[in-house]
T-cell receptor, first 115, second 111 residues
């Protein structure tokens, strides 16, 4: 089945530094990837839609200069949290799907802790 | 306003019983409705997709119903097992690839 590989699974960084999270589709090409954030016991909140070869589309209230998304190839999308602050600590997850309609394949998630 | 509500935050049942989880939504018109399982610290795993013109779908011990008039989906796990313990998320899949998730129901199946 389709696999989305997400790295790192956990990262602890100091306040003010930047962190890059990678998502790769291993056995299919993903022209579109979705990035979510999830706080404890809360729903997945869509942050942005990443499109290969073009600019990402951000949800209302998500700062595009803070959460930089790059989708340079059909198999790789990255999310960079710039100048991270403790309030950015969360669980970040990416997803993509092989075809529509179909279920989405999610990465295993990245637990970001900013200290 | 647009809302997706899953009936309860937590549901505890005895092994062997049927678990029934509810997803209600308002002011959305999904083309499909999906159910996912999420274990702690992991990404969601896709379980089932049901289209707006389908009433019911089954996969092994899982059954999903979709009532677009009531704006409700029911998710059933029959002959539940402790290994079914997880959080289950419903997701509305709109025609434009827009996906919206409910907050999930944490199911615990006790032996």
């Amino acid at each position: 089945g389709a696999v989305v590989s997400q790295h790192p699974s956990r990262v602890i960084c100091k306040s003010g530094t930047s962190v890059k999270i990678e998502c790769r589709s291993l056995d299919f090409q993903a022209t579109t990837m979705f990035w979510y954030r999830q706080f404890p016991k809360q729903s997945l909140m869509l942050m942005a839609t990443s499109n290969e070869g073009s600019k990402a589309t951000y949800e209302q209230g998500v700062e595009k200069d803070k959460f930089l998304i790059n989708h340079a190839s059909l198999t790789l999308s990255t999310l960079t949290v710039t100048s991270a602050h403790p309030e950015d600590s969360s669980f970040y997850i990416c997803s993509a799907r092989v075809r529509t309609p179909d279920g989405y394949t999610f990465g295993s998630g990245t637990r970001l802790t900013v200290v | 306003s647009q809302k997706i509500e899953q009936n309860s935050e937590a549901l505890n049942i005895q092994e062997g019983k049927t678990a029934t989880l509810t997803c209600n939504y308002t002011n959305y018109s999904p083309a499909y409705l999906q159910w996912y399982r999420q274990d702690p610290g992991r990404g969601p795993v896709f379980l089932l997709l049901i289209r707006e013109n389908e009433k019911e779908k089954r996969k092994e011990r899982l059954k999903v119903t979709f009532d677009t008039t009531l704006k409700q989906s029911l998710f059933h796990i029959t002959a539940s097992q402790p290994a079914d313990s997880a959080t289950y998320l419903c997701a509305l899949d709109m025609k434009n690839n827009d996906m919206r998730f409910g907050a999930g129901t944490r199911l615990t199946v006790k032996p």
